[in-house]
């Protein structure tokens, strides 16, 4: 008969809670004599997901919705039977913010890549030079070396500089809140590399692989839950026992010993386990490890702080004369948003009727310090922002700010080699402790829960190797 194990999770954001749902699942399946304490420093689980609800508005804080095509988030609100819950986003025009005029994004540019050129040639984004020097990429070389570069140098060498600055960088820098120059390619998006592989062109290599669009008016690729993606916390919650769960701890220190580990908390408190899956932020990971000689982070830049601003607003005051869901800013504009969501039109079931709701974001790598600005300093740049695009003129019911310092890991180059030596090292010196969350494998929901699941099963195949 197997021992009892036990496991300890640091951290209780969307990683975290994926590993804590998914050990409690499979012990509970398969009768595995596995227990786990689940470590959260703060009063709340969730991390960066945080819905407040109040006066039929549902505004999410932090991430809003995730990707429909990446599964793993959609088989967890499936696991915990709440599919009835799914919402997808409602489709629309999305625009580039360009001179302070809103240009609509061109029909078929997939991820910032032309795959109309019909609509590629005659859109008022770029410059007839930009264009041409964008169609270079039909014709252009494969790379010849195979290793990592940022995904602002591979772009620019096979669209140019224009196509990269007005469209491609705000599109693809906003998921990380970084700088396209100094993000790695082979970290965030390496199906581009994949693409250039196969197909050396990316235009052609985009097209071949885009599905056929339906005639009918194209779904949404986005999902939320009804009552905002805090339920799905909360739902989790819900299903692991309160005794596993301790909010307002913070670890001190871990030390591997001949058994498995001792974990020592802040207040004193020292919890002995099997194994380990640690959540947290590398850098917080590393000083509890302090003692091993682990690998220092290779990004150059430190983590972005963002905030969200939501305005709320009568419906008559929000004059949006053009049919869509929002827009992206591009670095070189001259506004403090980066992005700005027309919810009650993205996702109408979160607005009561005649209201209307504003989700702007400030903060990006490089253009972060309006982050630590006063409420009223921020909430008057935005608005100024949304008096020049949108002629909204008229005051906000409400607002609400929510900051969050240093939340978006920045990939530099050589973060995918850095990465493979991390486990390694970790696998040579501390064995039964697994590494998961946004500091290693992608920030996006999706992407924590892949990997808080893995974590979890790289710790039931170490310690039930049998079974």
């Known amino acids: 008969m197997d021992k009892p194990r036990h496991i300890v999770i640091a951290g209780g954001g969307i990683t975290g809670l994926t590993a804590a749902f998914y050990l409690e699942k499979e012990a509970r399946e398969k009768g595995l004599p596995l227990t786990f304490t689940l470590l959260e420093a703060t009063s709340r689980l969730g991390g960066k997901i945080e819905t407040e609800r109040a006066d039929s508005f549902v505004m999410e804080k932090g991430p809003d919705s995730f990707l429909e095509r990446k599964t793993s988030a959609k088989q967890l609100v499936a696991d915990l039977g709440m599919e009835e819950e799914l919402v997808r986003n409602r489709t629309g025009q999305a625009y580039i913010l360009q001179n302070h005029q809103l240009i609509p994004i061109p029909e078929g540019a997939v991820m910032g890549i032309p795959t109309q050129l019909s609509s590629f040639v005659t859109t008022r984004l770029f410059s007839p030079a930009g264009k041409l020097r964008a169609a270079a990429d039909l014709f252009l070389p494969r790379r010849k070396s195979a290793g990592d570069t940022s995904v602002g140098a591979f772009f620019r060498r096979r669209l140019g500089d224009e196509v990269v600055d007005r469209l491609i960088e705000p599109l693809l820098s906003g998921i990380y809140a970084g700088n396209l120059d100094h993000l790695s390619l082979q970290a965030t998006f390496p199906q581009f590399a994949e693409m250039e592989a196969k197909h050396r062109s990316l235009i052609l290599g985009m097209k071949k692989n885009r599905p056929k669009q339906a005639i009918s008016r194209p779904k949404g690729q986005f999902l939320t839950l009804k009552r905002g993606l805090e339920s799905l916390v909360e739902a989790i919650e819900k299903t692991l026992p309160a005794s596993s769960v301790k909010k307002n701890t913070s670890l001190r220190e871990v030390e591997k010993t001949a058994e498995g580990y001792r974990v020592t908390l802040t207040e004193g408190e020292v919890i002995t386990a099997d194994g380990i899956i640690a959540t947290p932020p590398y850098e917080v990971t ?3 490890l302090s003692r091993y000689n682990l ?35 591009p670095r070189r504009e001259d506004t403090t948003i980066t992005a700005c969501t027309w919810t009650h039109r993205k996702w109408p079931h979160t607005v009561p009727p005649e209201k209307a709701l504003i989700r702007c974001y400030v903060g990006r790598s490089g253009d972060e310090t309006i982050v630590d600005e006063p409420d009223e300093v921020i909430i008057g740049r935005v608005r100024e922002d949304m008096r020049r695009i949108l002629s909204i003129h008229n005051p906000p019911v409400f607002t609400r700010i929510t900051r969050w310092p240093k939340a978006m890991p920045q990939y530099a180059v050589g973060h995918a080699q850095w990465l493979n030596r991390l486990r390694e090292e970790i696998r040579h010196q501390l064995p039964g402790l697994y590494l998961a969350g946004a500091s290693y494998a992608g920030i996006g929901i999706p992407d924590c829960i892949n990997q808080g699941k893995q974590a979890v099963q790289d710790t039931l195949s170490r310690l039930f190797a049998e079974r």
């Open 286 to 288: 590393r000083r509890l």
């Open 295 to 329: 690998p220092a982070s290779p990004e150059e830049i430190p983590p972005t702080s963002v905030a969200t601003v939501i305005l709320g607003f009568e419906a008559i005051d929000v004059p949006l004369e053009l049919d869509g869901t929002g827009f992206v800013v």
